[in-house]
């Protein structure tokens, strides 16, 4: 039973075209991550939700456009895909933002390339 | 800005040996510090939470430590086995940020 579950994971796409990579957590867990891991396998952060809000958004493109329906689900959608979109994306989720206890789970991860 | 950085970038060591991964972050205002391990092609997978007002945390032959005041942190990985081979991550959590540092890369070699 995935805690937090990324679907697709492989993506490949070519260039000028929009996808969304969808996340799904069932840890009731009220915030919520969007990742992205370079070439270098460093992993930067994108966006965070807590309860549906965004509260973190790190000088990404405006072609990168998270969504959150509810609390369990953040997904993602890129439009206008370039050739500096292909990593690995990855979504994760804590029981809230900033809590001592607080504890980050990640799912598998969405390889994305742009050819 | 809180910076993470970790050290060495790769080790490799031969099956048995202990060894210590070192992090260290440059703002000493964090929630908790979190050790992760990442399998090639794999997710992240949770290892070991510290919280800023503890000293170390063990998970059977793992044992991370925590020293906010130097901005440090230390995983010390006891008998070593190729199992264990992976990266290694360390990220503080800061301002509602999880930030990552660019792991370590241990090879344990049969």
């Known amino acids: 039973d995935t805690a937090v579950s990324q679907t697709p994971k492989y993506l490949v796409t070519q260039m000028g075209n929009d996808k969304s990579i969808k996340c799904e957590q069932n840890?009731?867990?009220?915030?919520m991550y969007w990742y992205k891991q370079d070439s270098k396998k460093f992993l930067k952060i994108m966006f965070s939700y807590n309860n549906k809000e965004l509260i973190i958004n790190e000088t990404v493109p405006n072609r990168f456009s998270p969504k959150s329906p509810d609390k369990a689900h953040l997904n993602l959608h890129i439009n206008s895909l370039e050739l500096g979109d292909s990593a690995v994306y990855f979504c994760?989720?804590?029981?809230?933002?900033?809590?001592?206890?607080?504890?980050?789970?990640f799912g598998q991860g969405t390889r994305l390339t742009v050819v | 800005k809180q910076e993470v950085t970790q050290i060495p970038a790769a080790l490799s060591v031969p099956e048995g040996e202990n060894l210590v991964l070192n992090c260290s972050f440059t703002?000493?205002?964090?929630?908790?510090l979190q050790w992760f391990r990442q399998d090639p092609g794999k997710g992240l997978t949770s290892l070991l939470l510290?919280?800023?007002?503890?000293r170390e945390q063990t998970s059977g032959r793992l044992n991370a430590s925590l020293d906010k005041s130097s901005g440090r942190s230390t995983l010390y990985i006891a008998a070593s086995q190729p199992g264990d081979s992976a990266t290694y991550l360390c990220?503080?959590?800061?301002?509602?940020?999880?930030?990552f540092g660019k792991g370590t890369k241990l090879s344990v070699k049969p």
């Open positions: 840890l009731g867990h009220d915030t």
């Open positions: 990220a503080v959590r800061s301002q509602g940020n999880l930030i």
């Open positions: 510290i919280q800023s007002s503890q």
């Open positions: 994760a989720s804590s029981q809230d933002w900033r809590g001592i206890n607080t504890e980050a789970f």
């Open positions: 703002d000493s205002a964090i929630y908790n």
